[in-house]
């Protein structure tokens, strides 16, 4: 019987690069986030009006950082969706034996270690970013000691869960104007409004799906509201996020250009979600959740990546 069990036997440290492949795959995420990282410090820096970049080590600590940041998000998802998972979907990690719920804590535990350790020698002004928004994350966790009441609320629990994405922002843009010492930028709200909102995109796009794909105990927005009127929803917060994107790039100094791309984008986007709407295919499901990263992706190089890189080249 025990060797049924997909983690018996196996090292540990072979058990957990298997469940970064299923759960959170490194190499994607990480260089998303990393991505994500340097554009949110170089926004704050060129909001700021300040020359160069922040410090090699700085920006190294601050990446890695929010790439633990993200993974503990996974970590403590485990932990809130462990009854649910059990249930419903026993064919991920941990109902399956691959890893347990003990053996992630101590993970959680190390890494934890590791951030502050690292912050704290070479940027201890961030720490209290850091840990503002571990404390949220350990919140969500609990459901806000309000399972029950969120529950029953699909759309305030998922606006309750988003807050953490403008929190990991404080740390990322923060690796500028909290490491400076100095006010944050004018603008910042917008790039933090932006956050929010994306998160939103994503979270939604990735629940929506044709009648056929949907899963008992798996909750979508697709199920919850019907195909039709989350897709649109889903066109809605794009929209809105795409307006305060041309707002945030407004002010780091490239409003124009910003507009232009960032509607151009927005419309490449959106096809998709109408071809859904008009269809209700599962392909064209699929095809929203990947208009949403594109999306992310290129939402923060025009914020920020793309006008640093473009800055240096220019010296």
Same mark, same amino acid.
């Given at each position: 019987?025990?060797?049924?069990?997909?983690?018996?036997?196996?090292?540990?440290?072979?058990?957990?690069?298997?469940?970064?492949?299923?759960?959170?795959?490194?190499?994607?995420?990480?260089?998303?986030?990393?991505?994500?990282?340097? @554009?949110?410090? @170089?926004?704050?820096?060129?909001?700021?009006?300040?020359?160069?970049?922040?410090?090699?080590?700085?920006?190294?600590?601050?990446?890695?950082?929010?790439?633990?940041?993200?993974?503990?998000?996974?970590?403590?998802?485990?932990?809130?969706?462990?009854?649910?998972?059990?249930?419903?979907?026993?064919?991920?990690?941990?109902?399956?034996?691959?890893?347990?719920?003990?053996?992630?804590?101590?993970? $959680?535990?190390?890494?934890?270690?590791?951030?502050?350790?690292?912050?704290?020698? %070479?940027?201890?002004?961030?720490?209290?970013?850091?840990?503002?928004?571990?404390?949220?994350?350990?919140?969500?966790?609990?459901?806000?000691? %309000?399972?029950?009441?969120?529950?029953?609320?699909?759309?305030?629990?998922?606006?309750?869960?988003? %807050?953490?994405?403008?929190?990991?922002?404080?740390?990322?843009?923060?690796?500028?104007?909290?490491?400076?010492?100095?006010?944050?930028?004018? $603008?910042?709200?917008?790039?933090?409004?932006?956050?929010?909102?994306?998160?939103?995109?994503?979270?939604?796009?990735?629940?929506?799906?044709?009648?056929?794909?949907?899963?008992?105990?798996?909750?979508?927005?697709?199920?919850?509201?019907?195909?039709?009127?989350?897709?649109?929803?889903?066109?809605?917060?794009?929209?809105?996020?795409?307006?305060?994107? %041309?707002?945030?790039?407004?002010?780091?100094?490239?409003?124009?250009?910003?507009?232009?791309?960032?509607?151009?984008?927005?419309?490449?986007?959106?096809?998709?979600?109408?071809?859904?709407?008009?269809?209700?295919?599962?392909?064209?499901?699929?095809?929203?959740?990947?208009?949403?990263?594109?999306?992310?992706?290129?939402?923060?190089?025009?914020?920020?990546?793309?006008?640093?890189?473009?800055?240096?080249?220019?010296?």
């Amino acid at each position: 019987m025990s060797g049924s069990i997909p983690g018996h036997g196996r090292p540990l440290i072979a058990r957990l690069w298997e469940y970064q492949k299923e759960r959170f795959p490194i190499a994607r995420h990480g260089l998303l986030i990393v991505t994500f990282t340097f @554009s949110a410090a @170089s926004y704050s820096r060129i909001c700021r009006r300040a020359d160069g970049f922040i410090a090699p080590d700085e920006f190294i600590v601050g990446a890695f950082t929010a790439i633990i940041l993200f993974l503990l998000l996974r970590i403590f998802d485990e932990f809130k969706d462990a009854e649910d998972d059990a249930r419903y979907r026993p064919y991920r990690p941990v109902p399956r034996g691959l890893v347990s719920l003990r053996e992630l804590r101590r993970l $959680g535990i190390v890494v934890i270690a590791l951030v502050l350790a690292l912050n704290a020698l %070479v940027m201890p002004a961030m720490l209290w970013a850091f840990l503002v928004a571990l404390g949220y994350m350990a919140l969500m966790t609990k459901e806000f000691f %309000v399972p029950a009441w969120l529950k029953r609320r699909p759309i305030i629990y998922m606006l309750s869960h988003m %807050v953490i994405m403008p929190l990991v922002d404080l740390y990322t843009t923060g690796l500028d104007w909290i490491n400076a010492a100095v006010a944050p930028p004018r $603008g910042l709200e917008f790039f933090l409004m932006v956050t929010f909102l994306n998160g939103i995109v994503i979270e939604v796009g990735r629940k929506i799906r044709a009648a056929e794909a949907e899963e008992t105990g798996v909750e979508t927005y697709s199920a919850l509201y019907g195909p039709k009127r989350a897709a649109i929803g889903w066109l809605a917060v794009l929209s809105l996020t795409c307006l305060s994107a %041309v707002l945030a790039a407004w002010y780091a100094g490239f409003g124009a250009w910003g507009f232009i791309v960032l509607t151009a984008v927005l419309a490449a986007c959106g096809i998709p979600a109408v071809a859904f709407i008009r269809s209700l295919q599962g392909r064209h499901a699929k095809l929203i959740e990947t208009a949403a990263g594109i999306w992310t992706i290129a939402m923060y190089l025009t914020l920020g990546a793309l006008p640093m890189l473009l800055r240096w080249l220019g010296e």
